[in-house]
């Protein structure tokens, strides 16, 4: 190295340590620019099933007013709402066994409640498998929808079934669901 300079490293250290931080600075990162087109729409594979056609549903009970036909048609539609507080069933049995890719269950409530649910799956031999048990708090000045998309792989499902504890230890709680979307 034919720099002087004062640095109380071994001179041949030095050389090496210069070497590598100037090899470092003057080699250019690699980068592209991403092209801010809109995304490639989902593919076939997670199209929403048309649930009223190849299904029937079973329901501990149901708000008139409110039916689960509500749910199945999306969120801008109201929802399905029990008609009995406490503890409630959704089962959606379908026609045919399918399988499924994706499961979305979306809950609001502007209230203060905590809330536990439990996502199964029954296939055509009667076998159960959990796919989600879980609990959410909904609060006024924070969380008042819960989102909830499971990516799942399942084959030959002949039925879901949703249990819905809307309150918990609050036996008055009415169960709610806003939408739920099955691909």
Request: overall charge neutral; charged content about 25%.
């Amino acid at each position: 190295c034919k720099v002087r300079c004062s640095h109380t490293l071994a001179p041949r250290a030095h050389c090496l340590f210069r070497l590598l931080r100037i090899s470092h600075l003057e080699v250019p990162m690699r980068k592209a620019v991403l092209n801010h087109a809109t995304p490639d729409p989902r593919p076939a594979l997670d199209t929403w099933l048309d649930l009223e056609r190849i299904a029937s549903a079973e329901l501990s009970s149901e708000d008139s007013t409110h039916p689960f036909e509500n749910a199945v048609r999306g969120r801008d539609k109201g929802g399905w709402r029990a008609a009995s507080p406490g503890p409630q069933v959704i089962r959606l049995r379908f026609d045919e066994p399918r399988p499924l890719r994706r499961i979305r269950l979306e809950i609001s409530e502007p209230g203060e409640r905590s809330q536990a649910f439990c996502l199964s799956a029954i296939d055509a031999a009667s076998q159960r498998r959990l796919i989600a048990r879980q609990q959410w708090n909904f609060s006024p000045g924070g969380s008042t929808l819960e989102v909830e998309d499971f990516s799942v792989n399942l084959l030959e499902i002949a039925a879901l079934e949703l249990e819905i504890d809307p309150g918990r230890h609050d036996r008055q709680a009415i169960a709610t669901l806003q939408s739920f979307a099955v691909a």
